[in-house]
């Protein structure tokens, strides 16, 4: 009994903690607009009170996070009271999580009865509450707590996507150009290719002509596209102003603004999904005596008939099973999106039994969210690492508190640079907001500036190398700090992987671990000792059996084949990747024409600009490099190119060249083959000659002539666009 009591005690010290802690972040998030942990460590917070409650209902109270909608009303503004609670909708994490809602809501449902299911996206952004009195816009608020808003009518009038009055001009679009919204919006709804009805235009003149309710009020989210926050957000830091961490937030600071010329500066958009109220309601179908229409997939479109814009990738469904698998679906194509989105709802589709299931705690029985795995989540930063690449570049690395980001546990990321570092005044024992998205490598996106103690460290870029003590330098008008050493241990750790990896010489086998076994045995000096290494030497080392060493051998000898644009990248001559690589194979045909040329030659080579011509012939020129070539040779590596002609000249991009810069989701090689394979041409070098820069996280200089020349920027995003043409 004593350890029950004890348990007892600290639940009930947890429950306390947890409902302060929600309360702390609900205020933050709802009336700052300025949360400190993500999205998804809130919905650990309240999942866990949720949990304890359930196991001890007599310890629920009126106050507790579970029973209200959250938030408060900042005094900043007038209250607005809904004219029906603003609720939020309880979380799933899978399928299985749907399905036992499903399970639990159906005992209310009437047997017999059908039930449809609506599928629609959960856009992260800011809702608000629009109000029309006879067709005109006469209020608009932000969610607040639930039951009361904010009035910020002055600032909703500067959204375009806001219909000022309606119905609207009958010429009105259906496709996403509805919602106000720019060109790559619209072609992301075409490839989606969803359309909310086949009957949409034929019900549109009857929908205009009727009479709408005396009043409306109609519940959104405010967002900004993805696109536009980012060219938004490059434009402030262009300006020297502070950036914003993510879209949701920008949103809800524009639409908070107590100036409303700020506001309508701003690129924020708007998708509707609900009629909170309305004067009357009737029949399950658009255009009779102003009744609004009772199936939530008959209301999207109701909606977007009358003025509204709506989301373009809505579904109804006749099987829940099939709900799930739409709505999982998107899970891996979310980024086609023109918005963030952490999910996808769905919701009894038949209006009257969504009304009729009621509420539980906070949330409407009748919808349920199936959140996306997370792609950001906070968490301390430790410590700052650094790796020395194979050319001497001093790149930190975040040391971090192991954190979940989208399934997987994260204790490392890139800080890009010293430059970044500062400009973003990131910290030691910060509280940073780290992201992972696709198969990019993890970055630390900013600090929470909020959660800051006093006890954070500012972050020094490196005097002396700290494998080998070298002091560091810095080139004039780069951004990259310099180990000069180059005997430097870490370095050749570097240049050993990068020789071996993917996209140079691919000898499967050897990875960085047998790398740094090999070197601390003394067998590897320099690369062209990895084709030196005999079966005995392997089979003294610790784990090697004479299979494993026989496999690595033959692996090594096989990437004796590789042709020659594979031996000059993994030379690891700075500025020279993969693509410069491949344009100096073709021109010169053999390594050792490539080894005799000139600046001036080299820079004839289109993609070949006066610095990467200068490295080129700074490291041909070096005494030790031209005897690693002819060890590499006279170990029998592919010195000469194979010249095949590839005729792509019917693809989409013929005749554009493209530059690629940046962190990306993919490896800069994967795209540049996609690229080429629809007939365009990728080189290393920005110049009045390029067509396009695909621009990563984190671009530098290239980025930056690019916008002095002028030269079309385009994300991911909109590169896939051009490739599905």
Not at 110 to 133: C, M
Not at 189 to 197: G, P, R, T, Y
Not at 519 to 539: F, K
Request: glycine share 8%.
């Amino acid at each position: 009994m004593p350890d029950l009591k004890q348990r007892l005690t600290e639940l009930r010290e947890r429950l306390t903690e947890l409902r302060e802690q929600i309360n702390f972040h609900n205020y933050r998030y709802n009336v700052l607009d300025d949360p400190i942990i993500s999205d998804a460590e809130y919905d650990r917070l309240l999942n866990e009170l949720k949990q304890i409650e359930s196991e001890h209902p007599d310890w629920i109270t009126p106050d507790s996070p579970t029973q209200r909608v959250g938030g408060q009303v900042s005094e900043r503004f007038a209250k607005v009271p809904h004219p029906a609670p603003i609720l939020s909708l309880a979380n799933a994490f899978n399928g299985d999580a749907v399905r036992e809602w499903f399970a639990r809501i159906s005992k209310f449902i009437p047997e017999g009865r059908p039930v449809q299911f609506t599928v629609e996206p959960k856009i992260d952004g800011l809702s608000v509450v629009l109000h029309y009195r006879d067709g005109v816009f006469v209020q608009g608020a932000t969610r607040g707590d639930g039951n009361i808003g904010e009035d910020i009518t002055p600032n909703l009038r500067t959204v375009r996507a806001v219909p000022l009055k309606i119905p609207v001009a009958s010429s009105r679009s259906g496709s996403h150009a509805r919602s106000g919204g720019r060109k790559n919006v619209r072609e992301n709804a075409e490839i989606a290719s969803h359309a909310l009805s086949a009957e949409a235009g034929a019900r549109k003149a009857t929908a205009l002509a009727m009479t709408l309710p005396q009043t409306l009020v109609v519940r959104g989210e405010a967002f900004i596209e993805t696109q536009a926050f980012e060219e938004m957000n490059a434009q402030i830091e262009k300006d020297g102003g502070k950036t914003f961490a993510n879209p949701r937030n920008a949103a809800a600071g524009f639409l908070r603004q107590l100036d409303s010329r700020i506001t309508s500066k701003r690129p924020i958009s708007l998708l509707c999904y609900q009629i909170v109220a309305a004067d009357r309601v009737g029949a399950d179908r658009v255009g009779a005596d102003g009744d609004t229409p009772r199936s939530q997939f008959a209301l999207l479109e109701y909606l977007n008939t009358i003025g509204f814009p709506t989301t373009t990738i809505a579904k109804r469904f006749d099987a829940l099973d099939k709900a799930i698998a739409y709505a999982e679906s998107w899970k891996d194509k979310r980024d086609t999106l023109p918005f963030e989105a952490d999910g996808m709802v769905i919701k009894i589709d038949d209006l009257d039994l969504q009304q009729a299931l009621g509420i539980v705690g906070k949330d409407p029985r009748g919808a349920i969210a199936l959140k996306f795995p997370a792609r950001e989540a906070t968490t301390r930063l430790v410590d700052v690492g650094v790796n020395i690449g194979r050319t001497g570049i001093m790149a930190p690395y975040a040391i971090l508190e192991p954190v979940n980001v989208g399934g997987v546990t994260i204790e490392r990321a890139t800080l890009h640079n010293y430059d970044d570092i500062a400009r973003k005044d990131i910290r030691i024992h910060d509280r940073v907001v780290v992201k992972r998205s696709g198969d990019v490598i993890p970055y630390v996106v900013g600090p929470v500036i909020a959660a800051r103690t006093g006890q954070e460290k500012i972050i020094e870029p490196p005097k002396k190398c700290p494998y080998c003590d070298t002091p560091t330098i810095r080139r004039e008008g780069e951004v990259a700090i310099y180990c000069p050493n180059r005997d430097c241990p870490g370095r050749l750790d570097r240049a050993v992987q990068f020789f071996v990896s993917k996209g140079a010489l691919d000898i499967d086998g050897l990875g960085e671990k047998i790398a740094a076994q090999l070197i601390e045995a003394g067998l590897i000096e320099d690369v062209a000792d990895i084709y030196s290494i005999t079966r005995d030497q392997l089979l003294e080392l610790d784990g090697f059996a004479e299979k494993k060493a026989d496999k690595l051998l033959a692996s090594i000898g096989t990437s004796k084949q590789r042709p020659l644009d594979r031996l000059i990248a993994a030379l690891g001559i700075p500025h020279v990747g993969s693509v410069a690589a491949e344009a100096l194979a073709a021109h010169f045909g053999s390594i050792d024409k490539f080894m005799r040329a000139d600046e001036d030659e080299l820079t004839e080579i289109e993609g070949i600009g006066p610095t990467i011509a200068a490295s080129i012939v700074e490291w041909t020129q070096r005494k030790d490099h031209v005897e690693l070539v002819a060890r590499l040779k006279k170990a029998g590596l592919t010195t000469k190119a194979e010249r095949a002609a590839i005729d792509r000249s019917g693809g989409a991009l013929t005749g554009k060249t493209f530059v690629i810069t940046g962190t990306l989701s993919r490896p800069r090689d994967e795209i540049a083959t996609l690229i080429k394979s629809a007939g365009g041409k990728v080189t290393d070098s920005v110049s009045k000659k390029t067509d396009y820069v695909v621009a990563g996280e984190a671009a530098g200089s290239k980025l930056t002539k690019a916008q002095q020349l002028g030269v079309t920027i385009l994300d991911e995003a909109a590169l896939n666009r051009l490739l599905s043409k």
